[in-house]
């Protein structure tokens, strides 16, 4: 069995998170048609419109909020999440999630596995 950290993964930041792909092909050495791993979405002081929203996955997104408040944008709908959240983003869905403190980041773990 393999142990992998943030320590042990490159970070991928830019102005709306950073993340540690911790769970992939990469790390593991194998594709066992699932990746996953840690993100910090940063605080937005305006949320984004529909049109301003990320792109939708291929495969479903799973995610477990470890810390922190933010939001998660998709198409007509905005939903508040805490620390203790859990939610999934199916597949072809546009989506973006932020941070809704200027406090500290949203923390999520998050999983996508193929079909």
């Not at 809704?100 to 923390?107: Q, R």
């Amino acid at each position: 069995m393999q142990i992998i950290t943030p320590d042990d993964v490159e970070t991928n930041d830019n102005a709306t998170r950073t993340s540690w792909r911790l769970l992939n092909a990469d790390t593991l050495g194998v594709d066992y048609g699932a990746r996953g791993g840690l993100i910090d979405y940063k605080h937005r002081a305006e949320a984004p419109t529909d049109e301003q929203l990320g792109g939708a996955h291929e495969h479903p997104e799973y995610y477990y909020v470890i810390s922190g408040s933010g939001v998660v944008g998709l198409p007509g709908e905005r939903v508040p999440i805490t620390g203790g959240s859990a939610f999934v983003i199916p597949a072809g869905v546009r989506h973006s999630i932020w941070g809704s403190s200027a406090d500290g980041p949203v923390t999520a773990f998050y999983v996508s596995l193929k079909r």
